[in-house]
């Protein structure tokens, strides 16, 4: 299928090799469960369980997620933790976390345990939980911010007392087939591999003490197995050509048969904002469009300077149910190395490639426009980026004024083809008339004005 799509694709401009391999690679991006992102090759979710005490039939244990990952959050209403336990453990309690479910614990006379399921789930605390049950990383809402946005908010932490378990390092058996929702499906853990104990700093910072047992568990992220479709699009303008390229057709989808019900919002619906706010249980949220995503990422090439040049970017909400809290876009283009002024947004280079310093992670300004609102006259947030020009690699032409890849909250948008990008007034035209055809044309008309 890949080899047919593209062998019919037809390159009026040729464009340069760097552009169609990123084409070919978001192409393929999800037809393939793979974890591995290439923008952060070693992002992940590490959950470390570290026994802190023994009890009379069991253990007590601070279970820490760190999302490693640097742009990829975990919005809310959160993350829920799952697990099967080796043998018969039960929990006797917890601090800063909770289960959903306790589960039948009729066997026990006395006061019942916190949790009798054999797979138990786990999720955050909301904010404002009594200070007595709460830890340290704990009690957000299950939200996670990405490790470089927001590092000390990329932690959560629950405390659990995990009873007929055994009582040293020889008799406890570590749990199996963890499970990590975000809130929904897209993680994938392996097993929990016994690691050197973590070591901890007292208050004072003169003491160093250490777990009596830890192991980790890592968690993967899939594109493909978060969702069918993609989330996002890319549309593409600039000042030297009329052309606006907009996001591909279907790229989240398409819009059902008229024989069908609808699965989208027709902007121009009367009472649109009565129907969005009382739908009905099945009705969609996404405003009707040509391409049928959520979120759209707009690249408008603005201005060009003797020494400098300057891009807009506007993300667009067409979904009238969902704000966008925390939002982020990472961008790949290699002018990225000369940036020189960002407006209003805030910026942090990430280099995937080692010393390449070619992609850019951006998010809103707090309290500012770091809530990307719901369709409609607010759904959107914008910003300019003044580069500075490279003589040795600057041109517009053949599409290198434009982004290789665009991922919004970490999730891959379906870019244009190559050969629709806009292109130069005076490069070769898109309408295949040659330059020698062109003279001819201008003799002819020469010679008849001459002969009239």
């Not at 209403?77 to 043998?87: I, M, Q, V, Y």
């Not at 470089?148 to 908010?153: I, K, L, R, S």
């Not at 009329?242 to 989808?253: A, K, L």
Request: charged fraction near 15%; include cysteine; charge should be positive.
């Amino acid at each position: 299928m890949l080899s047919c799509s593209v062998a019919k694709i037809r390159f009026f401009i040729k464009p340069p090799p760097c552009i169609l391999l990123f084409f070919l690679l978001s192409f393929t991006s999800f037809s393939s469960t793979e974890a591995y992102d290439v923008l952060d090759p070693n992002g992940n979710i590490t959950i470390r369980w570290d026994i802190i005490s023994w009890t009379p039939d069991g253990y007590v244990a601070v279970v820490t997620l760190n999302n490693f990952q640097q742009y990829r959050h975990i919005s809310a209403p959160g993350w829920s933790l799952g697990w099967t336990w080796a043998k018969k453990e039960v929990i006797w309690s917890m601090m800063g976390g909770q289960t959903t479910e306790q589960g039948d614990c009729s066997k026990f006379k006395t006061t019942p345990p916190h949790c009798c399921k054999k797979d138990p789930t786990v999720v955050d605390l909301l904010p404002g939980t009594p200070y007595n049950q709460q830890i340290a990383n704990c009690c957000k809402g299950g939200v996670l911010s990405s490790w470089a946005q927001d590092p000390a908010n990329a932690i959560a932490s629950f405390q659990i007392s995990v009873g007929r378990a055994g009582t040293s390092n020889k008799t406890v058996r570590v749990p199996k087939n963890f499970t990590l929702k975000a809130p929904g499906p897209g993680y994938t853990c392996g097993p929990g591999k016994i690691v050197q104990p973590t070591q901890f700093l007292t208050g004072d910072k003169r003491r160093r003490t250490q777990a009596l047992m830890t192991w980790n568990v890592t968690c993967m992220y899939s594109q493909f197995l978060a969702q069918k479709t993609p989330t996002c699009c890319v549309s593409l303008s600039s000042f030297y050509n009329d052309t606006i390229v907009p996001c591909p057709t279907c790229s989240c989808g398409c819009q059902g048969n008229s024989s069908q019900s609808g699965n989208c919002v027709d902007p121009d619906t009367p009472h649109l904002a009565s129907v969005v706010a009382n739908p009905a249980k099945s009705s969609p949220f996404v405003q009707c469009t040509r391409h049928m995503c959520p979120i759209r990422v707009h690249w408008h090439v603005k201005l060009n300077y003797k020494e400098y040049w300057r891009v807009k970017v506007t993300i667009t909400n067409f979904n009238y149910k969902m704000n966008y809290t925390d939002w982020n876009l990472v961008i790949q283009h290699p002018n990225f190395d000369n940036l020189t002024q960002l407006f209003s947004f805030n910026y942090k280079s990430l280099t995937p490639y080692g010393t390449i310093n070619d992609t850019a992670l951006l998010w809103g300004i707090k309290f500012y426009n770091d809530l990307l609102m719901e369709a409609g006259p607010e759904g959107n947030v914008q910003s300019e980026l003044l580069f500075r020009k490279d003589k040795s690699t600057f041109t517009f032409d053949k599409g290198w004024a434009f982004p290789r890849r665009i991922y919004f909250n970490g999730d891959n948008c379906v870019m244009p083809p190559p050969d629709a990008y806009p292109w130069l007034p005076n490069a070769s035209s898109r309408r295949e008339v040659s330059l020698l055809a062109l003279v001819l044309a201008s003799f002819v008309a020469l010679a008849l004005c001459a002969y009239a």
